[in-house]
């Protein structure tokens, strides 16, 4: 079973920027598109970005143009870039390999003032 691990959760101020990576140990990681989602209190998890295996990428509504999501089929390791955060990215954020049905632990990130 591939497991996930994620890091780099944590608190910042409204503007401020995070970043998270995701590590995969196990090789199969470059074969298959990975995710990052996030699930806020009282709401649905929601898709915020995801990159397939030759880099292409796409972004939910709320997060185009401030988050970026990156991938090194070496390391074998996903990233996501926040940058200029609102109180409404508050969330646990999930990284997702998809196909094998994956989710990692989940990491806590907290915008506020």
């Known amino acids: 079973q591939v497991q996930l691990v994620e890091s780099g959760g944590g608190w910042v101020q409204p503007g401020g920027s995070l970043r998270l990576s995701c590590a995969a140990a196990?090789?199969?990681?470059?074969?298959?598109?990975m995710e990052w989602h996030r699930q806020a209190p009282g709401k649905q998890r929601e898709l915020v970005a995801s990159?397939?295996?030759?880099?292409?990428?796409t972004y939910g509504d709320s997060v185009k143009g401030r988050f970026t999501i990156s991938r090194d089929n070496i390391r074998n390791t996903v990233s996501l870039q926040m940058n200029s955060l609102k109180p409404e990215d508050t969330a646990v954020y999930y990284c997702?390999?998809?196909?094998?049905?994956?989710w990692g632990q989940g990491t806590q990130v907290t915008v506020s003032s």
């Open positions: 997702y390999m998809g196909r094998v049905g994956v």
């Open positions: 196990d090789n199969i990681f470059r074969q298959y598109i």
């Open positions: 990159m397939s295996p030759t880099g292409s990428e």
